[in-house]
């Protein structure tokens, strides 16, 4: 009978927001003031108190890491998508960090599921190593530069000093920005083995929330690693599995035919199994749960106590409470039965159809091994070996299968290596008709110039990716058109997947340096040079589509909107998802097409900064299209 306890409701809320800054303290559950002004600040801010936590020398920097704001963009790579105005899967080449940055406003709260397969550094890792300091000028020289990512891979050996502590700060900022991106009703699973299982997981209690872990699946690899004859081998690889919140609920197991035959009754409510209410199996005695013990009323009125057979005081299979809700919902059931001439009173509890639910355990030691998953990868390739260590499609399917996938959900993966996940979200989409859509993220990192790959022209990981993706999607159509016959979904269709119902197509882009002109010089520093350079603001080297995928970015729509595109008083026009985005690129905007393009209403619209005819054109359609479509919110870049 107190006041709420209004330090733990705020502490509550502040675990919402910021989970890895509530601690453990000698007086209990408190917030770590360092941490949480470490969140709020862009650079390092120093404190060391003692407290229960995770510490490795870098966790600052990578906290600040996270938060630095990216100056990059992404570029559409059309030449290498399929079927690039209508699919809404979408395949990312670039280092992880940065493009989960700039997801960050369009994919915030919308991704359900995410699977990762990092780097597990075994010792011949390579970890990337994010550098925040790096200067904008900097920057402009290494970006969308091949070379650059291959630096910034470096082996991370057991001898190293900072082993773990490279491996975490690698790991750190990209499972926090991550977060963000789940649904409320989000899961992430992370494969993992021995090496850092340990701290991945205290990792992830911070960011996550130790309340959000939803437990460790292992799964049997098939391959023993380690020596054997020294060391005991290693075969397990595990999956942890972290919520957004208590909102994810696992999907329930399928009832197999078998456990259907027990349910041996029927009444108006449906098929049921009875189970006796006195708990059986094993010596349950009332001093276990003395409140497990009390008197219930049979249907003539006579009190019944749950005495086993031999004559000893038992007790219930639950508490008085319950069992007045069992009653109360219909789960009772009595029976009389004549036993030594004497009848007796029998009470039972009804288990209908549906509502006892299994879960899958954590045990996946029938799930496909790793020479399985290598083998569906060569397959598709020709048996040629052109990437090591991808993992099953059966298992990530699993993965799937218990993630409560609804139809339209989108799944992400930005450690994606050959894009095993790709190819099981379009297998589950083809078998159960789920419309889920995928996002890839990919570093471009080069293949080893002695690799087989290398020497079939795939340059780097994400020219496997892709192909791999292709492939996969050309295999999955063959299986459709023989399951549905030759005229059925897909009929005399030629393109992979214009009409389709499944979405075999997907839409690249590649990470790259800012659309924009650098306009980063202090006045002084003005040459007559560059004020020619610009007189234009975007680079002379961006198309309309790249100022177009930026623009989505900065306005928080999905890369995944279907693009049309239509001709206005002859100026090509992009229309995002209906009237959601218009944008004109063209040059001569004038008070004409305003009245013309105000008709559609469209509910934003961009242009140019150069595209306006004259300084009071540009005016003029901002007053035009206020007056003609309120609605319409007008962006010039
Ligand atoms: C273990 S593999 C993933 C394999 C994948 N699950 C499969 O089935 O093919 C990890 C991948 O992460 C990529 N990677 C490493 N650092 C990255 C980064 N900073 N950004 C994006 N990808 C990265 C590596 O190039 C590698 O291909």
């Given amino acids: 009978m107190a006041s709420p306890d209004l330090v733990s409701e705020n502490i509550q809320k502040i675990a919402e927001i910021f989970p890895n800054c509530v601690t453990e303290t000698a007086e209990g559950k ?32 990578a906290i600040v890491t996270a938060h630095i704001p990216t100056t990059k963009t992404l570029r559409p790579v059309r030449e290498d998508s399929v079927d690039f105005d209508n699919t809404e899967n979408i395949y990312i080449e670039g280092d992880n960090l940065e493009v989960l940055k700039l997801l960050q406003e369009s994919y915030l709260g919308k991704i359900k599921m995410i699977y990762i397969d990092p780097p597990y550094n075994t010792g011949n890792d390579f970890v990337y190593k994010d550098n925040f300091t790096i200067k904008n000028e900097e920057w402009k020289e290494i970006s969308g530069d091949y070379n650059d990512y291959n630096q910034r891979l470096v082996v991370n050996p ?27 009703d989000g899961v992430i699973f ?130 008085k409470e319950t069992y007045n809700k069992l009653t109360k919902e219909g789960h009772i059931e009595w029976k009389k039965v004549i036993e030594n001439n004497v009848a007796t009173w029998k009470v039972y509890q009804k288990h209908y159809v549906g509502e006892a639910v299994k879960y899958a355990s954590n045990n996946w030691n029938n799930v496909d091994g790793n020479k399985k998953a290598t083998r569906e990868v060569n397959e598709l390739f020709d048996k040629m070996k ?25 799944i992400l993966d930005f450690f994606s290596g050959s894009a095993t996940t790709a190819h099981s979200v379009m297998k589950i989409n083809a ?12 570093l471009p990192e080069s293949t080893d110039t002695n690799s087989e790959a290398y020497k079939a022209g795939y340059k780097n990981i994400c020219e496997i990716g892709k192909e791999r993706i292709r492939r996969a999607a050309a295999k999955i159509k063959e299986e459709l058109k023989v399951k549905n016959g030759k005229e059925g979904l897909f009929g005399s269709e030629s393109s992979l997947s214009a009409k389709s119902e499944v979405d075999l197509g997907f839409r690249v882009f590649r990470l790259a340096d800012s659309n924009m002109q650098d306009v980063y010089y202090k006045p002084q520093d003005y040459k007559q040079e560059s004020l020619d350079l610009f007189a234009d603001n975007v680079k002379a080297d961006r198309t309309p589509d790249d100022l177009l995928a930026q623009v989505m970015l900065d306005w928080g729509l999905p890369l995944s909107l279907k693009i049309g595109q239509l001709t206005v008083l002859g100026k090509k026009v992009f229309k995002v998802a209906e009237n959601s985005l218009y944008a004109c690129f063209d040059k001569g905007i004038d008070e004409e097409f305003a009245k013309e393009i105000a008709k559609d209403k469209p509910l934003r619209i961009v242009f140019r900064d150069n595209s306006f005819k004259n300084d009071t054109a540009k005016t003029n359609v901002k007053q035009l299209l206020k007056q003609l479509s309120p609605e319409t919110e007008m962006k010039v870049i």
């Fill in 386 to 410: 052109y990437f090591d260590h991808p993992k099953p499609v059966f298992f990530i399917k699993k993965l799937l299968d218990i993630s409560n996938l609804q139809k339209g959900d989108t």
């Fill in 158 to 184: 057991e001898t190293a000093g900072r082993f773990h502590s490279d491996w975490l700060c690698m790991m750190f900022p990209r499972l926090k920005l991550a977060r963000n991106l789940l649904k409320v």
């Fill in 30 to 61: 408190a917030i770590d003031f360092d941490l949480l002004k470490q969140e709020l600040n862009y650079s390092v801010v120093e404190g060391n108190k003692e407290r229960y936590r995770l510490e490795w020398p870098g966790k600052r920097e």
């Fill in 431 to 442: 078998e159960d008709g789920c419309n889920c859509k995928f996002i890839m993220i990919q």
């Fill in 190 to 319: 992370i494969s993992i083995d021995d090496n850092e299982v340990h701290n991945l997981r205290k990792v992830c209690d911070e960011i996550f929330g130790e309340a959000n872990y939803r437990g460790t699946i292992a799964r049997s690899t098939g391959t023993r690693m380690g020596s054997g004859n020294r060391e005991i081998s290693s075969e397990i690889d595990y999956a942890l599995i972290y919520a957004k919140s208590e909102k994810f609920q696992f999907s329930p197991l399928p009832m197999a035919p078998e456990d259907l035959k027990i349910y041996d009754k029927e009444d108006e409510r449906g098929r049921y199994l009875t189970r006796s209410l006195r708990r059986t199996g094993g010596e349950n005695r009332r001093e276990d749960r003395p409140s497990m013990f009390y008197p219930i009323k049979a249907p003539d009125g006579t009190e019944v106590f749950p005495i086993a057979p031999e004559g000893w005081e038992s007790r219930w299979v639950c508490g």
